[in-house]
């Protein structure tokens, strides 16, 4: 059974839509703000996604393709990058002019025609001031830029990109100081632009930490070229762990007119790898220049203390003579006739006390000696010279000599006797 419905090929719908939309006084020339997603270049002309999100919980309310013709591109990215030190890329806030267009195949899409840097610096400026603010509500601003510098930083953790011609520029001016200064420098990779850029470095403070004892200060550096990928370091979660990492941390990203939130909660900023070098060197020469002050201080005082020794010494021997003479001259004066007098008797009584205990000494000899053994009816055996005390010793026939009080015996031994 046929239809009676009347139909038009969609096409022709789509040509209409088309018509209605690219004629429209309301859909050209119009300025809207939104964010960009997925932003890509092909053929010379820049693709993306503008979508506008709900302010809670980041939830898409509108979603439209927009393209920059090439014919525009060139101009727009160039101002684009000139105004903001960034180019067009994902994830971030524009105002642009659009003027939208139906194309029977591919759709509705926004022509973009100009773009509005100013409010793009703005919004990197609002963010960015968020996160400063949101780091001080967290009491965490000021902790990394308060901390004290070991006088002596020459163990240093260095982040950066592996292979990256900024680590080679820091490394060579580092160890190639004029003073001679040695450093040892320690290379924990990381990735320095893009989306992984806050986890990456992250990733190597943490693995600093895990040797935190080994170094002295760590120092984050990007060298230059392209700035495009430096909104990345506007992170709060990245910024958070810096402010309060226990080193002091070295921030070197960028050029001088660059900024980000790690220039304002690292301890110290500076523009490129080699100044971060000579923020060292500077230090160690110093510390250097403390110590030779130091050397030379100390030298001084022992040349000043000598001195005075010196003096010292010259005085006691120019006055040593005349002041041994008139301690002897005052002591001959008080040594007179009753001096010598006590004397005298002192060395009598000494020698009479020596004399007494000399004589009972050798009473106590004489009560011990062999002789007075032998009055009190003891006699002394001897066999060949040696007193005999085991007869169980004496051979059969032996010649034995037995002195009394008076006089000697002698004998042979005709049997052992137990």
């Not at 009347?6 to 839509?17: F, N, V």
Request: net charge negative; with cysteine; proline share 3%.
């Amino acid at each position: 059974m046929r239809s009676e419905r009347h139909s038009i090929p969609l096409a022709e719908l789509c040509r209409r839509i088309g018509f209605a939309v690219n004629s429209a006084p309301g859909l050209s020339d119009v300025w809207v703000t939104a964010e960009t997603s997925d932003v890509r270049t092909s053929g010379g002309h820049c693709y993306m996604e503008l979508i506008e999100k709900d302010s809670a919980g980041g939830i898409p309310l509108a979603k439209c393709r927009a393209v920059i013709w090439a014919s525009a591109f060139a101009r727009l990215g160039a101002a684009f990058h000139a105004a903001t030190g960034s180019r067009l890329r994902s994830d971030m806030k524009i105002m642009a002019k659009v003027s939208a267009s139906y194309h029977t195949v591919y759709g509705l899409s926004l022509v973009i025609t100009d773009i509005d840097p100013a409010y793009t610096v703005g919004d990197l400026a609002r963010r960015r001031m968020e996160i400063i603010a949101r780091l001080q509500d967290d009491g965490v601003y000021d902790l990394n830029r308060e901390l004290e510098w070991n006088p002596v930083p020459s163990r240093v953790a260095v982040i950066s990109a592996a292979g990256a011609a900024g680590y080679g520029d820091f490394v060579k001016h580092l160890h190639l100081n004029p003073y001679r200064l040695r450093f040892d420098t320690t290379l924990f990779t990381a990735t320095l632009q893009g989306e992984r850029t806050s986890a990456s470095v992250i990733a190597a403070l943490e693995a600093i930490m895990e040797r935190v004892d080994d170094f002295d200060c760590v120092v984050i550096i990007r060298g230059g070229g392209a700035v495009s990928d430096l909104a990345s370091f506007d992170d709060y979660e990245l910024a958070f762990n810096i402010a309060q990492f226990p080193l002091p941390v070295i921030v070197g990203i960028g050029h001088e007119r660059d900024t980000n939130v790690l220039d304002y909660v690292a301890n110290t900023r500076v523009k490129t790898p080699t100044a971060a070098a000579e923020v060292l060197i500077g230090r160690m020469s110093d510390a250097l220049q403390a110590v030779h002050l130091l050397g030379r201080d100390i030298l001084d005082t022992v040349s000043d203390r000598l001195d005075g020794q010196h003096r010292q010494l010259a005085y006691y021997q120019g006055n040593l003579p005349a002041l041994v003479r008139g301690i002897i001259e005052r002591n001959r004066r008080r040594t007179g006739p009753e001096v010598a007098e006590a004397i005298e008797t002192t060395a009598r009584n000494i020698l009479i006390r020596k004399a007494d205990r000399l004589t009972a000494l050798g009473e106590i000899l004489d009560a011990l000696s062999p002789e007075a053994t032998l009055r009190r009816g003891y006699s002394i055996t001897r066999h060949e010279g040696h007193a005999v005390t085991d007869a169980s010793l004496l051979p059969e026939g032996a010649r034995i000599t037995t002195t009394f009080a008076k006089g000697t015996a002698e004998s042979v031994v005709t049997k052992e006797t137990m």
